[in-house]
């Protein structure tokens, strides 16, 4: 029986002319068989796709495209998790089915959406140039807030990303917006997100997510694979770069302070008042809708770590902050405490707790003691499993003497 393509080969060969005769002798098929397709083409057999068999994995994809939603993508978690739930098969065929799945993340085509009023704010930072102070260069870095629904933005310029100056940026944002939204959207940032557990849960930063419990928002990260998406593409960064960047050529800022002054005055002068390229609206008007949909500030007070950042207390009980080293309570050796200066004080805190202050070092590499930390600190105990040593003196090495009469029975044969 012959297949489909080649009843199409005999096919368009008669119709290019050649006999049967002619056909049966090219392709090699008996005459009779050339024939009988010939004249009944419809005869053709025709074969559907073959049923594909199932896969052990199939009653678990819809769980694994939840996990994948969710950001859940290592093969050997998900495995666990499929194992919990009674998969009998193996790892490679779970292995080769979401490697298409990864791919498919990294090309498919950004899909846009819009969020409702007040629902979500979008933060990136972004490298602006460097500044060029007392003979050191510091670089510039911007941080960009823009609102989902209105493109409203606030930006600011700093020499560092640390999180104290993530926290400061977002409550002056908050302040300029006027309220805060109910969720806010991030790259992967060290300051925010610290890594994936071992069920691929998001790890946040404690001090971030304590910040974002204390203004009432949700903290989101981007998808997997997709770093440059985030819904909407915004990119307030590249913003500021074509737009702002472009603009200062021939008035150059002089200072950090004199930077932000004139990007605030550009901010509110065009940024915030132009026609948005992807809503075909004008930012202000929009915005005169979203600024009701904001959680009101309520008069809190700032979050009491804007101004501080972490330290790790030394094996001496002692933290290092500006230069200088500030003592703390023995009992937090080895634990992370949040150090900020307020008044000329060093403030040390554990959580909200205050368990250290001290006046500021009057110069550096001071070493600032309050001696009621130490008092009551154990002495080091010698270790049990302390190493045995040898101790060793090189001398000569010692020669056995004997007899000359030895030797001569031994040359002799004696001793036999």
């Given at each position: 029986?012959?297949?489909?393509?080649?009843?199409?080969?005999?096919?368009?060969?008669?119709?290019?002319?050649?006999?049967?005769?002619?056909?049966?002798?090219?392709?090699?098929?008996?005459?009779?068989?050339?024939?009988?397709?010939?004249?009944?083409?419809?005869?053709?057999?025709?074969?559907?796709?073959?049923?594909?068999?199932?896969?052990?994995?199939?009653?678990?994809?819809?769980?694994?495209?939840?996990?994948?939603?969710?950001?859940?993508?290592?093969?050997?978690?998900?495995?666990?998790?499929?194992?919990?739930?009674?998969?009998?098969?193996?790892?490679?065929?779970?292995?080769?089915?979401?490697?298409?799945?990864?791919?498919?993340?990294?090309a498919v085509a950004v899909r846009r959406f819009e969020t409702p009023p007040g629902k979500q704010a979008q933060v990136d930072w972004g490298h602006l140039g460097t500044l060029q102070c007392e003979d050191q260069e510091q670089k510039l870095w911007a941080f960009t807030f823009t609102?989902?629904?209105?493109?409203?933005?606030?930006?600011?310029?700093?020499?560092?990303?640390?999180?104290?100056?993530?926290?400061?940026?977002?409550?002056?944002?908050?302040?300029?917006?006027?309220?805060?939204?109910?969720?806010?959207?991030?790259?992967?940032?060290?300051?925010?997100?610290?890594?994936?557990?071992?069920?691929?849960?998001?790890?946040?930063?404690?001090?971030?997510?304590?910040?974002?419990?204390?203004?009432?928002?949700?903290?989101?990260?981007?998808?997997?694979?997709?770093?440059?998406?985030?819904?909407?593409?915004?990119?307030?960064?590249?913003?500021?770069?074509?737009?702002?960047?472009?603009?200062?050529?021939?008035?150059?800022?002089?200072?950090?302070?004199?930077?932000?002054?004139?990007?605030?005055?550009?901010?509110?002068?065009?940024?915030?008042?132009?026609?948005?390229?992807?809503?075909?609206?004008?930012?202000?008007?929009?915005w005169d809708v979203e600024q009701f949909s904001l959680q009101p500030l309520a008069g809190r007070p700032s979050y009491p770590y804007v101004d501080g950042e972490l330290r790790k207390v030394a094996r001496d009980a002692y933290i290092d902050w500006q230069g200088s080293r500030y003592?703390?309570?023995?009992?937090?050796?080895?634990?992370?405490?949040?150090?900020?200066?307020?008044?000329?004080?060093?403030?040390?805190?554990?959580?909200?707790?205050?368990?250290?202050?001290?006046?500021r070092a009057r110069r550096k590499h001071e070493v600032v003691t309050f001696p009621p930390h130490h008092h009551g600190i154990p002495l080091g105990a010698q270790r049990a499993d302390s190493k045995i040593l040898i101790q060793m003196r090189q001398s000569a090495p010692i020669v056995?003497?004997?007899?000359?009469?030895?030797?001569?029975?031994?040359?002799?044969?004696?001793?036999?």
């Open positions: 029986m012959l297949r489909g393509r080649d009843v199409q080969e005999l096919t368009e060969l008669q119709r290019q002319g050649m006999s049967i005769q002619g056909i049966s002798k090219l392709t090699g098929w008996d005459r009779k068989t050339v024939r009988k397709y010939l004249l009944q083409p419809n005869a053709m057999p025709e074969y559907g796709p073959r049923r594909r068999p199932a896969s052990k994995l199939d009653p678990f994809k819809p769980y694994l495209e939840e996990r994948m939603r969710a950001g859940v993508w290592n093969a050997q978690v998900l495995l666990r998790e499929l194992r919990e739930r009674s998969y009998t098969g193996g790892y490679t065929i779970l292995k080769d089915w979401l490697h298409p799945q990864r791919s498919s993340a990294r609102m989902g629904y209105s493109r409203r933005l606030m930006a600011e310029v700093a020499v560092d990303q640390k999180i104290g100056t993530l926290l400061r940026m977002h409550e002056e944002a908050f302040r300029q917006m006027g309220g805060v939204p109910e969720e806010i959207l991030y790259d992967r940032m060290k300051t925010v997100w610290l890594g994936s557990d071992e069920r691929g849960e998001i790890v946040w930063h404690p001090v971030f997510l304590d910040f974002a419990r204390y203004w009432g928002f949700t903290p989101r990260l981007c998808r997997p694979y997709r770093a440059q998406t985030k819904g909407k593409v915004e990119s307030g960064v590249k913003y500021l770069r074509r737009n702002f960047l472009c603009g200062l050529q021939g008035r150059e800022p002089h200072s950090l302070a004199d930077m932000n002054a004139q990007l605030r005055e550009w901010i509110a002068a065009v940024a915030n008042q132009r026609v948005h390229g992807t809503t075909r609206e004008q930012v202000a008007v929009r003592s703390v309570p023995w009992q937090y050796v080895g634990k992370e405490v949040w150090v900020r200066e307020l008044a000329g004080e060093v403030d040390v805190l554990d959580g909200r707790a205050r368990i250290a202050v001290h006046p056995e003497r004997r007899s000359l009469l030895a030797y001569e029975s031994a040359a002799n044969g004696g001793g036999r």
